[in-house]
């Protein structure tokens, strides 16, 4: 199993254009979420699914879009990259916590995005 | 929306010490995580746990639901345990949704 995979590791951008990180994980996990880590801010929430077809708004979401078309796929857009975006990405994946299920959580290796 | 803060920020501490990292939430909660990062960024699922406590080698995750507040501890502690170390509750406190950080502690083993 690969687990969660994201790619690109690293992105450099100029102001105002856009671009997607990809995040995908190959042990059909139901819940997927991206995050931003900044210093001193520590990991904030973007964006979250807890299925399929299903996406929802987080802590900071604004600048961002997503989308789960599959259970394995949960992308995350930048429509007009700022300077203020510049930061690490970490997308993770999980199962509920119930029955056979721990709920542990799996973190893809992270994206450094500079917005210049 | 669920607040989670961590203590202490920094700590160094003696190769072999008994390391204690605190978190407390502001909601009721299911879960909660503690994860570790070293340098290079790395994020590695330690524990989740919603009662009592788990052990694994020597890491301990302890909570207490109605206070709202979990520990983490490091027995006989090695400088391979220098990292951050972070604990993460339900965004709304839930469990269905995404995860609120504590900002981490940031441990250091000396020799």
């Known amino acids: 199993n690969a687990g969660v995979t994201q790619t690109p590791k690293f992105q450099v951008l100029k102001t105002g254009q856009s671009m997607t990180l990809q995040c995908a994980q190959d042990m059909n996990h139901e819940y997927m979420s991206w995050y931003r880590q900044d210093p001193g801010m520590g990991l904030r929430l973007i964006h979250y699914?807890?299925?399929?077809?299903?996406?929802d708004q987080g802590e900071v979401p604004n600048g961002y879009n997503v989308s789960r078309s599959t259970t394995e796929d949960f992308p995350l857009r930048l429509l007009s990259a700022a300077p203020s975006q510049t930061s690490v990405y970490f997308c993770?994946?999980?199962?509920?916590?119930?029955?056979?299920?721990?709920?542990?959580?799996?973190f893809g290796e992270g994206s450094r995005l500079t917005v210049l | 929306k669920n607040e989670v803060e961590q203590s202490p920020q920094n700590l160094t501490a003696q190769e072999g010490e008994f390391i204690t990292i605190n978190c407390s939430y502001s909601v009721g909660i299911s879960a909660l995580h503690w994860l570790q990062q070293h340098p290079g960024g790395g994020i590695v699922s330690l524990f989740m746990?919603?009662?009592g406590k788990k052990k694994h080698g020597r890491l301990i995750a302890t909570i207490n639901i109605q206070e709202k507040h979990s520990s983490l501890h490091i027995t006989a502690s090695h400088p391979r345990d220098s990292a951050v170390y972070i604990c993460a509750g339900p965004h709304s406190g839930g469990g269905a949704d995404g995860l609120t950080f504590g900002k981490g502690t940031h441990l250091i083993i000396q020799p």
């Open positions: 699914s807890v299925g399929a077809g299903i996406t």
């Open positions: 993770a994946s999980s199962y509920p916590a119930s029955g056979a299920h721990t709920g542990e959580l799996f």
């Open positions: 746990l919603s009662s």
